[in-house]
C-alpha cells in the first residue's frame, strides 16, 4: 500500500531522515512512535506532501507521489490541535473539503450527515460552532472531515495530546473503532507507548531521523531489537555486572557478562513463580513502596548497591513493608541483552 524506498530529508545542514525504507499495508493501523525531534511526524508530512523529499521516493499502491500535489494524493491529515474553523459550524467544517473539490450542493448535505451518523454526532451538534463543543467531540468533527472526501489514507499527528488522560482513553478506543469501521489505512504519530501499544497493527519506533525496529506491539515490548526500544518502551531495570554473575552461579543459561543486561519491571517477582523455566533468586530489601490501585511497585535493594525495581498485582497474601527482606524471582529468559 505504502512503501518508503531510501528516504532521506534534510532541513539545511540538519539531517532529520536518513535512508528510511519502510512498507505499510492497507487496511492497517500503524504508528510511529519515538520521542520529540525523533522525525515521526517530518515522515508523515512527507507522506502528506507537506514536506519533498531530498532523497528516495514514496509510494502509494505502486505509484511515485513524489511530484503528485497534495490535493491529489488521497490522504487526509488530522492535526495535533484538529485545525478546525471556529468561525464555522460543524456541518460547514466537515463539508469544507468537498466544497474545495467542488462536490454538488446534494451530495455534500448527503456525504456530510451520513459521516456524521458514523462518528455518533447529533443533527443538533452539526449546526453548533465547533467552540460549543466538548474536545472529544471536536475530534470527531476532524476525523469526519477527513473521512468524508473518502481518502486512501488516514493521517493523525498525535490527536489525543491535548486531551486530559480520562479522554485520552476513551477517545483512543473510540478511535481504534472507527478505523475497523471504515477499514481505511491509518497512520498515527504518538510518543506515547501505551497509546501505540493499545492501538496498533504495527510499529516503527524513531530514534534522532533512524527507524529502530518495526513490528507488532507484543514483538516491541518483549523482543526489543535495540537498547534504545528497550529502553524507550515500558519500565525497565538495568542489571549491574555483579547480579548477572549471580544470575549465571544459580543458572543453567548463561548470560553474556560483556553486554548490558535488562529485565521489564512486572517480570521481576517476589511472590512465587508458577511452571519450569531457568529461574534465579536474589536477596534483597524493600526500600521503597508505591501504590497505584490495582498494583504495588516495590523497589527493592539488592546487595550493597544495585537497585531493581518490581510489580505485584494487587491481592498479595502478604503485606509487605519498607525494610522487609525478601526473595526476588526472576526467569533468565525475561533478560534482554544488548
Not at 484538529?82 to 451530495?107: C, D, H, Q, W
Not at 508458577?274 to 497505584?292: S, T, V
Request: proline share 2%; aromatic share 8%.
Amino acid at each position: 500500500m505504502i512503501k518508503f524506498k531510501d528516504i532521506k530529508i534534510k532541513f539545511g545542514d540538519f539531517t532529520a531522515i536518513e535512508n528510511l525504507n519502510l512498507e505499510i499495508k492497507e487496511g492497517e493501523f500503524f504508528t510511529f512512535l519515538g520521542p520529540s525531534g525523533c522525525g515521526k511526524t517530518t515522515i508523515l508530512r512527507s507522506l502528506v506532501g507537506f514536506i519533498n523529499p531530498d532523497g528516495g521516493e514514496i509510494f502509494v499502491n505502486g505509484q511515485s507521489v513524489n511530484t503528485v500535489p497534495i490535493e491529489k494524493r488521497e490522504v487526509s491529515m488530522v492535526f495535533q490541535s484538529y485545525a478546525l474553523f471556529p468561525t464555522l459550524n460543524v456541518y460547514e467544517n466537515i463539508a469544507f473539503g468537498m466544497r474545495v473539490k467542488k462536490y454538488s450542493k446534494k451530495e455534500i448535505d448527503e456525504k456530510v450527515k451520513d459521516i456524521a451518523k458514523k462518528v455518533d454526532l447529533s443533527d443538533e451538534q452539526l449546526y453548533k460552532k465547533v467552540s460549543e463543543l466538548s474536545g472529544g467531540q471536536q475530534q470527531r468533527v476532524a476525523i469526519a472531515r477527513a473521512l468524508v472526501i473518502q481518502p486512501r489514507i488516514l493521517a493523525l499527528d498525535e490527536p489525543l495530546s491535548n486531551l486530559d488522560a480520562k479522554l485520552r482513553i476513551q477517545l483512543r478506543n473510540e478511535l481504534k473503532r472507527l478505523q475497523k469501521k471504515f477499514k481505511i489505512t491509518t497512520i498515527y504519530v504518538t510518543h506515547d507507548q501505551e497509546e501505540a501499544l493499545t492501538l496498533s497493527d504495527r510499529i516503527a519506533v524513531f530514534n534522532k531521523g533512524v527507524l529502530e525496529q518495526v513490528g507488532t506491539p507484543y514483538e516491541i515490548y518483549n523482543e526489543s531489537k535495540t537498547e534504545f526500544v528497550c529502553n524507550f518502551i515500558g519500565d525497565i531495570n538495568e542489571l549491574d555486572s555483579q547480579i548477572v554473575e549471580e544470575i549465571n552461579r544459580q543458572s543453567l543459561k548463561k548470560l553474556d557478562i560483556n553486554k548490558k543486561s535488562y529485565i521489564r519491571t512486572e517480570k521481576t517477582h517476589i511472590s512465587a513463580v508458577p511452571g519450569k523455566g531457568d529461574l534465579a533468586k536474589l536477596k534483597g530489601e524493600i526500600a521503597d513502596i508505591e501504590f497505584y490501585g490495582l498494583y504495588t511497585k516495590y523497589t527493592i535493594k539488592v546487595g550493597e548497591s544495585s537497585i531493581i525495581k518490581t510489580i505485584e498485582k494487587e491481592g498479595m497474601d502478604n503485606q509487605l513493608s519498607v525494610g522487609d527482606k525478601i526473595d526476588l524471582t526472576i526467569n533468565v529468559n525475561d533478560i534482554l541483552q544488548y
